[in-house]
Structures are given as structure tokens and as C-alpha cells.
């Protein structure tokens, strides 16, 4: 039974002092975070279980920070309706 | 029924008593909700799952979780980030077997390393969750992330079928407890639960961290786990924002202290608890 498309959505709140706070943060977020803040321990520890293909994607990320407003690249199907 | 099973005929039958006098919590309504009646929790016989997703926000050693949020909740907080599904329990859809068979199905095929149930709060669900694990089986560990608000017979009913428990740790005193939770014997009853189930499986304390109540919550849940569960390790949480009813406290509708977070993880290091996130 998949989820519906809110169920997919990950809440991101940027406080006004920079901090950034999420709820619910799927896989497609922490690959994100993980490549705008490789130094994250926290996020480091979270983004472990991607393995490579991720850990590629948030390398080319880091390469190329315009694909962050492009969308990140899909191993697969996300979640939808 | 598979042999060595926990999931016995007793012990579904014993959970489904509940819903004729429920006792679930410490709320202890003694309400017939299956009969109609409903207790504090607003729930009747039936638990509903508002959400179920993969997470990679809880603590590291159990990403990806496949959570499976259920609706109705037997507290109040003021700052629920869950608001309104959380606290109604008429939102969602119904947990049966079929939908939870396919929702397993659909997460084990993208490698959630297990089951998690939260809500709201399972504990209220108990009875409606046992039965779908009975019939399903899910070939993961189980996750139960709870606010520890449960009676001794909640945690009877579900020792032996749950690897894993994650204690969200609220306040560290009952005052806080009644003025933003509306619960009564905050203290009394979370850390008897605690130490009860800290001997039956894994155990992972979480403690969310509001603005202002470093002093008042945080440093006697750290003091408490100190003496009572050392090897316990804890989860420091400073993701807190204000929401739902928090603009209604005058503390909790500001955010967190910057440094906060790093504050909280050193003095629970100097306490020689083991800090998980
Ligand atoms: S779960 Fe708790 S609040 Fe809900 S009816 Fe039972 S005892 Fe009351």
C-alpha cells in the first residue's frame, strides 16, 4: 500500500538565525543534506544507509549545486499515489 | 500461529478486553469504547494511520524506519508537531490486515530496516495493533515509540513482541507535565515504565528540547537516567519549533536557545550516558 503524496513530503523550516529544522525527512532530503553539509556527523550517521548511488548523487551535488534547483536525480520510483 | 510466537490467542484476547474498560494508559478511564463510550483519548475501537513513510530522521541505528502513524492521543502537548492528526483519533485510515500487509510489503521493498509505530500514541492503539502483527507477521524488527503513559498491563501485553522501544521523555517534573500535557503523575508513572521495560528489550530515551525548561526538564531527566538507567542510551532532540497551541505559553512560543543542543549532549556525556544523536 503506497503512500499518498503528502505522506511523501518532508517539512524543512529555516529559522530566522539559519538553523535548519525537518520533520519527517525522507530519503531524497537526507541525500540533500548530506550534500550541502557533508560535515554533519548527525547527517553523516543518517545518510550512511544510502550507500553509493546516493553517496554519488550528493558527491555530484556538491559538484554541480544548479542540479539542487533542477531536482535531484532518481534511482527509482519515489513514493506517489 | 508460529511456534515461540508471542502473539497468542491469550494474549489478543487480553488486549481486546481493553476496549471494553480500557486501562491502556494511566488516564485509566475505564470507558467501554468499543461499546461507544470514549475516554480521554477520544479513541473508540478502531486505530486509524494518518501517515506511513520511510524516515531518515530518527536516530541512526534505525534508518530507514517505516513509520506508521496513528491517529488519537492520550496527551495534550501545548507543541505537538503532529497538531491536529495527532490528537484526533476519527483521522486516517482504518489499520486492518490487508492495508498493513501491502504498506510492509511496499517499505520492505525499499529497504526499511524496520517497523515503526507512533502517533500520536500507540499505546492507546495496542489492541488494534497487536492484532494486525498477529495476522501479518512483518519480517522486520518492530519499533514502538511511545510516551511511556502507559499501565504495567500495556507493557505486559506487548513484552516479547517488540524489539525496540523509544521513550520520548517529555518533562522532568509533574508541574510541567500537567500545564502543558495535561497529565497528572507525569514522573511517577514515565520512570517505572522506563525501568520496567529498560530489562525486556532495547531501550532508547528521547528527550525533544523546549525553550526554557533546560533547568526544570532536562537536567533532571539527565540526573534521573544517570542513577537509575546509565547504560540507557539517550537521544537529544533540538529540533523543537512552536507549534500547534505553544504561542499560548509565553516560554514555548520562542525557539530554542542556539547553543542548546550542544549544551544538552555535554552535560549528558559528563554524565556518562551514551549520547545517540
Ligand atoms: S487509552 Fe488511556 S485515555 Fe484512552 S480511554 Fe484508555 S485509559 Fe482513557
Not at chain 1, 500500500?1 to 529559522?15: G, K, Q
Not at chain 1, 544510502?50 to 513514493?79: F, I, K, M, N, V
Not at chain 2, 480521554?40 to 534508518?63: Q, S
Not at chain 2, 497538531?83 to 490487508?98: H, I, T
Amino acid at each position: 500500500m503506497e503512500p499518498d503524496d503528502e505522506a511523501a513530503i518532508s517539512e524543512i523550516t529555516i529559522l530566522p538565525d539559519g538553523r535548519v529544522c525537518v520533520f519527517g525527512a525522507s530519503e531524497a532530503l537526507i541525500a540533500l543534506l548530506a550534500a550541502l553539509d557533508p560535515r554533519d556527523a548527525g547527517i553523516r550517521r543518517r545518510a550512511a544507509p544510502l550507500g553509493r548511488p546516493r553517496a554519488e548523487e550528493a558527491h555530484e551535488l556538491r559538484q554541480d549545486p544548479a542540479a539542487l534547483c533542477r531536482g535531484r536525480p532518481r534511482r527509482d520510483e519515489e513514493p506517489t499515489g | 500461529m508460529l511456534p515461540g510466537s508471542p502473539f497468542t490467542p491469550e494474549r489478543l484476547v487480553r488486549a481486546r478486553r481493553q476496549y471494553r474498560r480500557c486501562t491502556l494508559c494511566e488516564h485509566r478511564c475505564g470507558v467501554d469504547r468499543a461499546g461507544g463510550q470514549r475516554g480521554a483519548c477520544g479513541a473508540g475501537g478502531r486505530a486509524r494511520v494518518y501517515r506511513h513513510r520511510i524516515e531518515y530522521g530518527e536516530e541512526p541505528e534505525l534508518v530507514p524506519s517505516h513509520l506508521f502513524y496513528l491517529s488519537g492521543c492520550n496527551m495534550r502537548c501545548a507543541y505537538c508537531i503532529g497538531e491536529a492528526d495527532a490528537f484526533d483519533p476519527s483521522r486516517g485510515r482504518v489499520l486492518s490486515a490487508p492495508f498493513f500487509r501491502e504498506a510492509v510489503a511496499w517499505g520492505q521493498a525499499r529497504e526499511a530496516r524496520n517497523v515503526q509505530w507512533v502517533g500520536g500514541e500507540p499505546t492507546i492503539h495496542l489492541p488494534a495493533v497487536l492484532g494486525v502483527l498477529a495476522a501479518c507477521r512483518p519480517p522486520v524488527p518492530l519499533v514502538w515509540k511511545s510516551n511511556f503513559y502507559g499501565t504495567e498491563e500495556s507493557w505486559d501485553l506487548l513484552d516479547g513482541c517488540i524489539d525496540v522501544y523509544v521513550a520520548d521523555f517529555k518533562f522532568g517534573n509533574d508541574a510541567c507535565a500537567r500545564r502543558i500535557a495535561r497529565v497528572e503523575n507525569y514522573l511517577a508513572v514515565v520512570t517505572r515504565n522506563l525501568g520496567l521495560v529498560a530489562q525486556r528489550a532495547r531501550l532508547i530515551v528521547r528527550h525533544l528540547l523546549m525553550p526554557g525548561h533546560f533547568d526544570c526538564c532536562y537536567r533532571p531527566v539527565v540526573a534521573w537516567m544517570r542513577k537509575y538507567l546509565p547504560t540507557v542510551p539517550i537521544s537529544v532532540r533540538d529540533g523543537y519549533l512552536p507549534r500547534w497551541k505553544a504561542s499560548e505559553y509565553p516560554e514555548l512560543a520562542a525557539l530554542l536557545e542556539r547553543d542548546a543542543g550542544r549544551r544538552a549532549r555535554a552535560l549528558a556525556r559528563d554524565c556518562g550516558l551514551e549520547v545517540i544523536s
